[in-house]
């Protein structure tokens, strides 16, 4: 008699136990929920266990991007860069060395061990996308990476309002200028194309605006010359062909022409321009 009823409690202690799990999965905290689009499955590293906790992810309209504010130089050489890594943890290998003024999108957010990691995604198509294997993590360190949110793609529609503002640059001088109305809001040094890669002549409208793009080269029929550069920040597309003023973070050749037709400009510079210029603003490209 004693064997059945040792088994009746036991029964009746799984059930128990079922009915407490199932009621902590529909109202019991965060982190035993698993909400659609995310998972809280452990992932194994190496010998060592961890488990990821999801943050919701930004809101779609207002994509999130964090700024590089104290990585290294453009050539590596000052200061010390911010490694961007193959997982959410210091264990994971670095996959990239992150320069000051990269700008780039942040998918997701997670936190091991007491630590926030930025999930990185790119920004439209790359043209070499076997250069990128798996994905890619930044710790959200407050003394390197500052976070920015509310800010997002905008294009030119027919509902654009006009505005005054308008953008020279003059390839004689290799100087933007930047005007609202009449009145300068910046004089800046800049680099524009090489003679085999020029920047166009004419008049434009900045068409686009993003905070990030993962440039790569070589471009057919453009340049040949191979390059790889995630994150180039704060870009305003003015012709269709593919010329932008952006920041550039990888050199230090301002004033002197350096670049593959783009219009370069120091990367906080560029920063500038970007949030004070409209879609819709004016371009002149002049010699």
Sequence with gaps: ?????????????????????????????????????????????????????????????????????DGCGPYYDTGVCVNMRSGPGTEYPAVERLRTGVVLKVEDTLVQGGHSW????????????????????????????????????EELTKDTPLTNKRIVVDLSQEVLYAYDGDVLFMQEAISTGLELTPTPLGTFKVYKKTPSRYMQGPIPEVSDQYYDLPGVPWNLYFTYGGAVIHGAYWHDHFGQVWSHGCVNLPPQKAKELYLWADVGTSVTVKR
């Design 1 to 69: 008699m004693g064997a059945p009823i040792e088994h009746k409690r036991l029964l009746a202690l799984g059930v128990v136990a079922i009915a407490i799990l199932f009621c902590l999965a529909l109202w019991g905290p965060a982190w035993l929920r698993t909400p659609a689009g995310t998972t809280n499955l452990p992932a194994a590293v190496g010998t060592q266990t961890v488990t990821p906790v999801t943050v919701p992810l930004p809101d779609p309209a207002h994509f999130h991007y964090i700024e590089v504010i």
């Design 118 to 153: 930025y999930k990185i995604i790119f920004d439209g198509a790359l043209r070499y996308p076997e250069r990128v294997a798996g994905d890619w993590y930044v710790a959200a360190n407050a003394d390197a990476v500052l976070p920015l949110e509310n800010i997002g793609d």
